[in-house]
């Protein structure tokens, strides 16, 4: 009886330690290690997107500032515009959105300009003043961000245009508008 009951111990152990053996087979650690790392690829591939908006008043912008100044009908009028940011030296209809996120390294960020106006999706050291000086006043931004000051054209995005921008490194990226300098955005860099 008791010689039974050894044996069927025996053989609940050499069943456990074969399943054991059988789950270490079934999973190694490479492969493991190498499903973490084609799940980080598709994170980076995967493209975050950020809208850039506005709501000039097309009429009024272009009458003040030049021809084809806001691709807008209606919004917001210049007057208005100028108002708005003297008092509080922003305009809240005027931003990144969203306006704070998280992404990998490497992953592309995608900034389309929904509004009227040009604008830029440009990474600052900090954040500062960017190529209107009046704007740059009125918004409490005195002195430009270097990053604007040697901004290529192509750097300028029409309505309707894309800037796919990535960050190579972890750790917090500023990007703001060279136009209009209150509009940011601080991202978040994981691995
Ligand atoms: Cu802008």
Request: contains cysteine; proline residues 8%; glycine residues 10%.
């Amino acid at each position: 009886m008791r010689s039974r009951l050894w044996l069927y111990q025996g053989v609940a152990v050499a069943f456990a330690v074969s399943t054991a053996i059988g789950c270490t087979d079934v999973t190694p650690p490479t492969e493991v290690a190498a499903t973490v790392a084609v799940n980080r690829n598709a994170a980076a591939l995967r493209v975050m997107n950020v809208n850039i908006l506005d709501n000039c008043d097309g009429p009024s912008f272009n009458a003040a500032v030049g021809p084809g100044t806001c691709s807008r009908t209606s919004g917001i009028n210049f007057a208005q515009f100028l108002n708005l940011l003297g008092k509080h030296q922003t305009v809240s209809s005027y931003r990144f959105s969203p306006a704070g996120f998280t992404v990998h390294v490497g992953q592309n960020i995608a900034a389309v300009d929904l509004g009227g106006e040009v604008h830029t999706f440009t990474r600052v050291a900090d954040f500062g003043g960017g190529v209107v000086p009046l704007l740059n006043t009125l918004s409490g931004n005195p002195t430009p961000a270097p990053e604007c000051l040697t901004l290529p054209g192509s750097e300028f995005l029409p309505p309707g245009a894309t800037d796919v921008e990535s960050v190579g490194a972890p750790g917090t990226a500023k990007f703001q508008c060279c136009i209009h300098p209150w509009m940011r955005a601080v991202v978040q860099v994981v691995p």
